[in-house]
């Protein structure tokens, strides 16, 4: 494999000196051989990425030295999965900005995997400015969602602060000016002989601002609605990945796809199953907390955020009907859940069905570049982004799923839209809406 790789490298570079040594020529026409050529020729992808050394742990090492390759990795990664959970834990009990923060941090080392790994492959080539503009466009991304956040949730924090609220008003122009200024720069970087190179690069950080930038805003956005419609749709994706691979592991024989050998439809089915009882249970147990049920919400007057409030009908225990087919088999006429129960059905369901093909999207990417894992920041499991890849996928499908099914008109909201209007345009919303009440016999009318 490493004298392919090797082969492989050295044809690449071959090519593009041939391509640098005809620059001189016509460029129109170097254009016009480049596509030529690859038409002609096979698809061999560009070179490997350098695989990174073994970092497991010394001391587990040691510890499971006598074992066989196969369940020397299944321990590994089961020690560092419950290591992982148990941080996981930590952070939810530290609140929701805390878990912001980590949210932010995990954006930010997802976005340096993926961007080393095209710079590892086509660092040779020595493109200027390619990670100075892929960290300002990501700046510049983040800054944007990020000011649109504060002012949707922070109104009146705002409007109370003179800077705040002149960044809050021009914010998008700010913005577009932040991202024109690293188009230009793009622009002015790109050298005779590597323009091809220097757009490819271009759209690989954009399709990675793309998918890890915006997913993880999303993910913000699914807090502010309440900590269950974070903790339960990512533990479902927890619980899968981690039952489809026991399953797969113990009974795995039929494999599910070419994009990864080691995935078989015992562990996909064994996981789905797992899946949806532990979205169940976990909805149950959470529901009955405010703590998790709650919007996050901005106190203006402690200047701190909140999670205090009267559970929303979603989050109370109603009687459900069962089919009579049920009732004379379990002998109960009705059946006690919270609504949101329901719900994790459709979460669970995503999250073992469609959440998988995240981290088949994963695979294919690490096999067009010949790697195993993203990153070796965690000893058997690969980087961040390996553990990631289905979470983000899921991110967006809760974040529809609560514009189209859950959420409705927000009173808070509303009431610091019009705090924020001049006196006089308070007036005549008051005026009107007091009309309207009245012409509903919801209010007298004044003799």
């Not at 560092?80 to 941080?87: D, K």
């Not at 390619?130 to 969602?145: A, D, K």
């Not at 901005?298 to 955020?305: A, E, I, K, Q």
Request: proline share 5%; glycine share 6%; aromatic share 16%.
């Amino acid at each position: 494999m490493t004298e392919l790789r090797h082969r492989g490298t050295t044809e690449n570079d071959l090519q593009h000196q041939q391509f640098e040594d005809k620059g001189s020529e016509n460029e129109g026409k170097a254009e016009k051989d480049g596509a030529s050529d690859s038409e002609s020729k096979p698809d061999t992808g560009p070179p490997g990425v350098p695989v990174p050394a073994d970092d497991t742990p010394e001391v587990l090492n040691k510890a499971l030295s006598g074992l066989s390759s196969r369940w020397k990795n299944w321990w590994v990664r089961g020690i560092l999965t419950l290591a992982m959970i148990s941080f996981f834990f930590f952070i939810i009990y530290l609140g929701p900005m805390v878990l912001m923060l980590i949210v932010l941090c995990v954006q930010i080392k997802c976005f340096q995997e993926i961007i080393h790994i095209g710079y590892s492959v086509y660092h040779s080539y020595h493109l200027p400015w390619f990670r100075t503009l892929s960290w300002y466009f990501l700046l510049c991304v983040n800054y944007f969602f990020y000011g649109e956040t504060v002012t949707d949730y922070f109104s009146n924090l705002v409007q109370r602060e003179e800077p705040l609220r002149i960044l809050s008003k021009y914010h998008r122009l700010i913005s577009f000016a932040m991202y024109l200024t690293g188009f230009c720069m793009f622009v002015l970087s790109l050298v005779k002989k590597h323009y091809r190179l220097q757009f490819y690069m271009f759209g690989w950080t954009h399709v990675t601002l793309l998918i890890v930038v915006t997913q993880s805003h999303l993910i913000i956005h699914n807090l502010f609605e309440g900590m269950i419609w974070f903790i339960v749709p990512i533990s479902c994706v927890i619980c899968n990945d981690i039952m489809a691979y026991m399953f797969g592991f113990f009974f795995g024989r039929t494999p599910l796809i070419k994009l990864s050998p080691k995935k078989t439809w015992e562990g996909f089915i064994g996981g789905f199953f797992s899946t949806v009882v532990f979205g169940i249970l976990l909805s149950y147990v959470m529901a009955g907390y405010s703590f998790f049920v709650c919007p996050v919400e901005f106190n203006s007057d402690h200047n701190s955020f909140e999670v205090d409030c009267e559970p929303s009908d979603l989050f109370q225990l109603q009687d459900y009907a069962l089919p009579a087919a049920l009732e004379s088999l379990t002998g109960w006429p009705t059946l006690r859940l919270y609504p949101f129960q329901i719900h994790s059905i459709s979460l669970s369901a995503f999250a073992s069905l469609m959440g998988p093909f995240g981290g088949f999207f994963a695979s294919g990417f690490k096999r067009a570049f010949k790697i195993k894992d993203f990153a070796n920041t965690i000893p058997g499991h690969g980087g961040i982004m390996d553990r990631f890849d289905c979470q983000y996928l899921m991110a967006t499908f809760v974040n529809v799923y609560i514009a189209s099914f859950i959420r409705g008109p927000n009173p808070a909201k509303v009431v610091q839209q019009l705090l924020a209007l001049r006196l006089d345009q308070q007036l005549h919303i008051f005026n009107s809406l007091k009309t309207h009440l009245t012409e509903r016999g919801l209010l007298e009318e004044e003799a």
